[in-house]
């Protein structure tokens, strides 16, 4: 499997966890300023910039480690984007990370950090 192809594989599995947390996805995959958020949900009144990060083991680290400040100023400045494109400047916002580590036998292990940064 490609990194391209793991990265989408951790995002849908993502998506299927958030749904099953009773989240209400709004978007997948928003673009905007050269820069992407993986899902932008609702976890209840709170909306949700939620970036995904799929490893295929810890040898380099754990995914999460690769949310670096530049990647998180990046997340933060398309999350505005969105934020002035739908006219949602008075709700109420997070940020979450979402880690999956696939192991050699296709299983995995997922990490939701909320309130990431």
């Keep these: 499997m490609t990194p391209y192809n793991l990265g989408r594989f951790g995002e849908e599995i993502a ?4 749904k099953k947390k009773k989240y209400n996805i709004i978007k997948r995959g928003f673009r905007l300023f050269r820069g992407e958020i993986d ?17 295929r083991s810890k040898a380099f680290g754990l995914p999460e480690e690769s949310v670096t400040i530049s990647k998180q100023k990046q997340i933060k400045k398309v999350a505005q984007g969105f934020l002035a494109f739908n006219n949602l400047q008075d709700v109420e916002c997070r940020f979450d990370v979402i880690s999956l580590i696939f192991s050699k036998d296709k299983d995995y292990l997922i990490s939701h950090i909320k309130d990431a940064f």
Excluded: C, H, P
Excluded at 15 to 18: D, G, M, N, S, W
């Design 15 to 18: 998506f299927k966890y958030l």
């Design 39 to 55: 899902i932008i949900a609702y976890d209840r009144n709170i909306l949700v910039f939620i970036e995904v990060k799929t490893r």
